[in-house]
């Protein structure tokens, strides 16, 4: 069995700044990791993934995540952030044919 | 290519009567998902269709919840009848095989 954990449910910053989201998961088998976002009112994008080869992956628009299988992380990094960020973001787990999602973690960017 | 369509959009309907939301995946796919998001919590898998096979049922919370997907193409999750637990967006998402999932924008249902 897989699970998810996203360590904040909430991440307010300001424009510019640098920001992590937190996930750790737990699984007893391989697995994929992803993020995706949920912009307001729009449905789940894939935002980056890690299948496997380099541990760190990068998205189009700034973002990147680190596998890390010794600490069973991949946290989500920015090193600054914009106005259009604001969204909140999931971090997934896949191992077999399941998909297993954290709770989510709605960043907040202020000018 | 079109993506993931549900429908409809938005659903409130009073405890005890019966919503059909529907899921159109993205043409080709044979992998067909549903998850529930309720109250800003998790997004909890429901349950996975191979074709038109259900591959994965455990999450399906109760036997009030039937999904089909009829040919393999479109899926329907029904609940009958609805409880006041039930509320809270339905999302599907399709995918190929070992490929990441595409999700629709959801289904918002409310029981009141």
């Known amino acids: 069995a897989q699970s998810v954990t996203q360590l904040d449910s909430q991440v307010p910053v300001f424009e510019e700044a640098p920001v992590e989201l937190r996930c750790n998961y737990s699984s007893s088998v391989s697995v994929y990791l992803f993020w995706y976002v949920q912009y307001p009112n729009q449905g789940l994008q894939l935002l980056l993934k890690?299948?496997?080869?380099?541990?760190l992956v990068k998205s189009i628009n700034g973002f990147e995540a680190e596998f890390n299988k010794s600490q069973t992380s991949f946290h989500l990094r920015k090193p600054s952030v914009h106005i259009s960020d604001t969204a909140e973001y999931f971090c997934?787990?896949?191992?077999?044919?399941?998909?297993?999602f954290g709770a989510g973690t709605r960043l907040f960017v202020k000018a | 290519e079109a993506g993931v369509t549900q429908f409809p959009s938005h659903s409130v309907i009073e405890k005890g009567q019966t919503v059909t939301l529907r899921c159109d995946p993205i043409?080709?796919?044979?992998?067909l998902y549903w998850y529930r998001r309720v109250m800003g919590k998790e997004i909890k898998f429901l349950l996975h269709f191979v074709k038109e096979s259900k591959q994965d049922e455990s999450g399906m919370p109760n036997n009030r919840f039937l999904a089909e997907r009829t040919g393999g193409t479109y899926s329907t999750l029904k609940v009958q009848p609805a409880e006041l637990e039930d509320s809270g967006v339905y999302f599907c998402a399709s995918s190929q095989t070992n490929s990441p999932l595409h999700f629709g924008n959801g289904t918002r249902l409310t029981v009141t």
């Open positions: 997934a787990v896949t191992g077999g044919f399941k998909t297993i």
């Open positions: 043409s080709g796919h044979d992998n």
């Open positions: 890690y299948l496997s080869g380099s541990t």
